[in-house]
């Protein structure tokens, strides 16, 4: 059994920032890619970035420059910080883990309105 826990999601303003967390525990022996996605009311789940054991990131093209993701290997957690927000950024945003088998998270959301 494996469960993801995830934080950070809120109301912000447009140019504000957010930091997301997902906290990955149970029957997780590796985990090789960690990332995030979205999914906005009426559109499909999006990747927005992902990041591999080694360090490797991987961004949307949308989020380049604004949105960095790290994480932490020891506590099997991934961060997204996610800075100058805007609107269209708003969405409900899963964590996702590779592993031996593909997991996700419960979603958090994100609104950016003034």
């Known amino acids: 059994q494996v469960q993801l826990v995830e934080s950070g999601g809120g109301l912000v303003q447009p140019g504000g920032s957010l930091r997301l967390s997902c906290a990955a525990s149970g029957s997780i022996f590796i985990i090789y890619r960690m990332g995030w996605y979205r999914q906005a009311p009426g559109k499909q789940r999006e990747l927005v970035a992902t990041i591999t054991r080694s360090g490797s990131r991987n961004y949307a093209d949308a989020v380049k420059g604004r949105f960095t993701i790290s994480r932490d290997n020891a506590k099997n957690t991934v961060y997204l910080q996610m800075n100058s927000l805007k609107p269209e950024d708003t969405a409900v945003y899963y964590c996702?883990?590779?592993?031996?088998?593909?997991?996700w998270g419960q979603g958090t959301q994100v609104t950016v309105s003034s």
């Open positions: 996702n883990v590779d592993g031996i088998n593909t997991y």
